[in-house]
C-alpha cells in the first residue's frame, strides 16, 4: 500500500486590523479535520504563523484560501516541502499564545523552527522588549 504524499507549508502574514482568534480556530478545526490537515497557529497580536500539513492537495487548498483571507496581509512562505511524517499529527490545529505557551506546543515549534535563521527564532521565543 502507498501512503499519500504529505506536504507542509510554514508561513507568517501581517493581521489586518483586530484578528477575531477565536473564529478562526473554530473554522480552521473544522476545516481541517474534514481535509485531513493538521498544524498550528502562532498570533501574538499583529503577526501570525502557521504550520499547515497533509494530504498536498488538501494543503494546497486550503493555503490559497488563507492567502485571499482579507484578514491579513503579506503572507510570506517560509518553508513548503514533502514531508514523510506529521510534526503536528494530533493537532488539528492549536493555537500557541507566546505569553502562555503549552510546554508541548513550544517544544513542537522549537523543533520546527531549529533550522531556521536565528531572527526568526528570537522573534517568536524572546520576551518582546518595550
Same mark, same amino acid.
Given at each position: 500500500?502507498?501512503?499519500? /504524499?504529505?506536504?507542509?507549508? !510554514?508561513?507568517?502574514?501581517?493581521? &489586518?486590523?483586530?484578528?477575531?482568534?477565536?473564529?478562526?480556530?473554530?473554522? @480552521?478545526?473544522? *476545516? *481541517?479535520?474534514? $481535509?485531513?490537515?493538521?498544524?498550528?497557529? &502562532?498570533?501574538?497580536?499583529?503577526? !501570525?504563523?502557521?504550520?499547515?500539513?497533509? /494530504? $498536498? +492537495?488538501?494543503?494546497?487548498?486550503?493555503?490559497?484560501?488563507?492567502? @485571499?483571507?482579507?484578514?491579513?496581509? $503579506? &503572507?510570506?512562505?517560509?518553508?513548503?516541502?514533502?514531508?514523510?511524517?506529521? $510534526?503536528?499529527?494530533?493537532?488539528?490545529?492549536?493555537?500557541?499564545?507566546?505569553?502562555?505557551?503549552? +510546554?508541548?506546543?513550544?517544544?513542537?515549534?522549537?523543533?520546527?523552527?531549529?533550522?531556521?535563521?536565528?531572527?526568526?527564532?528570537?522573534? !517568536? !521565543?524572546?520576551? /518582546? @522588549?518595550?
Amino acid at each position: 500500500m502507498q501512503s499519500i /504524499p504529505l506536504r507542509q507549508i !510554514f508561513y507568517h502574514s501581517r493581521a &489586518v486590523g483586530r484578528a477575531d482568534v477565536s473564529a478562526i480556530m473554530a473554522s @480552521s478545526k473544522r *476545516n *481541517n479535520g474534514m $481535509d485531513g490537515i493538521t498544524g498550528m497557529l &502562532v498570533f501574538d497580536g499583529r503577526t !501570525f504563523m502557521q504550520v499547515l500539513e497533509g /494530504p $498536498d +492537495d488538501s494543503v494546497a487548498t486550503t493555503f490559497a484560501r488563507i492567502q @485571499s483571507d482579507p484578514r491579513h496581509t $503579506d &503572507v510570506t512562505v517560509i518553508s513548503d516541502h514533502t514531508i514523510t511524517e506529521r $510534526d503536528f499529527a494530533y493537532w488539528s490545529m492549536e493555537l500557541l499564545d507566546p505569553g502562555q505557551p503549552s +510546554d508541548d506546543a513550544l517544544w513542537r515549534l522549537r523543533r520546527r523552527l531549529e533550522h531556521f535563521d536565528r531572527d526568526l527564532q528570537h522573534y !517568536f !521565543f524572546d520576551a /518582546p @522588549s518595550d
